[in-house]
């Protein structure tokens, strides 16, 4: 199993951002994936999880309406917009899923076991 996020950046207040997430060694298919994020000197956090059949999505109520999470299955990728960035939103941003799981609330409030490499997000004020 691995993952690889891509697509963060430096980026103002005010712009969009979409992250990429994507997958080898399984299919994006089945299990529930989600993007954590992890700013310096916090806790990781949960951003937005995405279940396995692809129409139940969960997202923190202080994140609701800026961020959109959707899954190409032709391309084993799911994908992350962040619109209207904050400085806030600065941080380590990784995707992760739990071969087992198919839900998003549950995996978005879990410790996922498969992580990839995060992709670095920096909004400037």
């Known amino acids: 199993v691995q993952l690889q996020a891509y697509g963060g950046g430096l980026v103002q207040t005010g712009g969009t951002l979409r992250l990429t997430c994507a997958a080898s060694g399984f299919s994006m298919n089945r299990p529930a994936i989600g993007w954590f994020r992890q700013a310096p000197g916090k806790e990781r956090e949960a951003v937005s999880c995405?279940?396995?059949?692809?129409?139940?999505?969960y997202y923190p109520d202080f994140l609701k309406g800026r961020f959109t999470i959707a899954r190409d299955k032709t391309k084993n990728t799911v994908y992350l917009q962040i619109d209207n960035l904050r400085p806030e939103d600065t941080g380590v941003y990784y995707c992760s899923t739990d071969l087992g799981q198919s839900s998003s609330y549950a995996l978005c409030h879990s410790s996922p076991p498969n992580w990839g490499q995060g992709t670095q997000v920096t909004v400037s004020s």
């Open positions: 995405l279940s396995t059949n692809n129409y139940i999505t």
